[in-house]
């Protein structure tokens, strides 16, 4: 599976983003899309999941209520849908796919096996 992450940028805080994740190759093995976030000496952060079949989504207490992530179907595109963004949201982005997570290790990094290239959200406050 690869994927192709796209739509960061420069936002100020209150503002709204949508990244988009663009999946090619074997992606019926999917099992799970997932967000994680990377901000400057931090560690890579879980922001949230979507079940690729069935569509159910998780999300980490940071950014419940402000972030979304959707599926277009098609397009075997996943978005992640951020608004109310804060200073603390400035990160490198990435999407991760994994065949074989399951629900209860989705924050774990280490349980997706493919990664796309990181987008840069910058939040200025």
């Known amino acids: 599976v690869q994927l192709q992450a796209s739509g960061g940028g420069a936002v100020q805080a209150g503002g709204s983003l949508r990244l988009s994740c663009a999946a090619s190759?074997?992606?019926?093995?999917?099992?799970?899309m997932a967000w994680f976030r990377q901000a400057p000496g931090k560690e890579r952060e879980f922001v949230g999941a979507?079940?690729?079949?069935?569509?159910?989504?998780y999300y980490a207490d940071s950014v419940k209520g402000r972030f979304s992530i959707s599926r277009n179907n098609a397009k075997d595109t996943v978005y992640l849908q951020m608004n109310a963004l804060r200073s603390e949201d400035t990160a490198v982005y990435y999407c991760?796919?994994?065949?074989?997570?399951?629900?209860?290790?989705?924050?774990?990094?280490?349980?997706?096996?493919?990664w796309g290239q990181g987008t840069l959200v910058t939040v200025s406050s």
């Open positions: 190759g074997r992606t019926f093995n999917v099992r799970y």
């Open positions: 991760a796919a994994s065949p074989s997570v399951i629900q209860s290790n989705l924050a774990s990094h280490d349980a997706y096996a493919h």
């Open positions: 979507l079940r690729w079949n069935g569509g159910h989504t």
